[in-house]
């Protein structure tokens, strides 16, 4: 699947959509529509009490809106472990969640040093995380599987010394 | 089913947070893990959270996974700060000095 939009030639990229998704997630990347409710918030590298506060927002927005427990569920679960990760992996970075009638559609985007092998990090169990992460009871390794488990689709794009874009598609 | 009040009481629990009513709370299962991301991905809204971790990303993963009731094991006591977050999020916080075994057992015991 391509995203021109998005991809750059030089850095790897990975997908996973949910079966039954393929057309409408094919759609939306095609044409980016631009929602009518965006919410924007920085992450800051190493900052644990901040981050999650653009997990927060998006979840109650969402709940506002009279998005069901279990969509709601789904949607803070993948937003904040991908916020958590953008906090305990990255130089810090910014997360850009778009709202619309039938989906949300995040992104998170850093400023690098980037996923060296993106495939790696998708197995359950396996952990770059430093002392401090792990001491908190993140580094499991279980963040991107998280993500992966309770979004739609979802889209990486990184390289070893490159910045980081993560993508995620959620329907209601 | 069983009211959170109903295990307060077998555990010689506390509540910590007692502006949410234990009363009003069900439990409908737990689930025991101090890994974070582990909670994330398997605990399911109704459970009781048993854990020693105590700090401020603890409020954020029950609030983000739906969970009602955050069971401090060992006598695990979070700060002010983390008790004003739990009641922000209308999380139940309640502290025991029984260890994860024994708080599991007891509820697993209650609920079958």
Known sequence: MQDCAAVRSDMAEYWNIESG???????????????????????????????GRGSADVKNT??????????????????YEAEINVAAHSNGGKMESSIFDDMIHLRFTDRGPGI????????????????????????AGLGLPNIKKNSDALHIVSDYGKPTMVEIVIFY | MILLSE???????VNITPVMD????????????DMLSDVMGSAKSGQ???????????IAVASMTGIPVIIFAKSSNPDQAVIDKAVE???CLVQSSKTAF????ILYQMLN
């Open chain 2, 7 to 13: 295990y307060i009481a077998a555990i010689d629990g």
């Open chain 2, 102 to 105: 024994e708080l599991s057992g």
């Open chain 1, 62 to 79: 969402l709940k506002r809106l009279g998005i069901g427990p279990e969509i709601l569920r789904r949607v803070a679960v993948a937003s």
């Open chain 2, 22 to 33: 234990a009363a009003k709370i069900e439990l409908s299962s737990g689930y025991v893990c």
């Open chain 2, 48 to 58: 009781a959270w048993i854990t020693i971790m105590k700090h401020l990303n603890v």
């Open chain 1, 21 to 51: 998704h393929e057309e409408a997630i094919m759609t939306f990347f095609d044409n980016r529509p631009v929602a009518d409710v965006v919410l924007e918030s920085e992450i800051t590298e190493k900052d644990f009490v901040t981050s």
């Open chain 1, 116 to 139: 060296a092998n993106i495939e790696q990090a998708m197995v359950p169990g396996y952990s770059t995380a430093d002392d401090l992460v792990r001491e908190m009871g993140f580094g």
């Open chain 2, 89 to 91: 999020e209308e999380i």
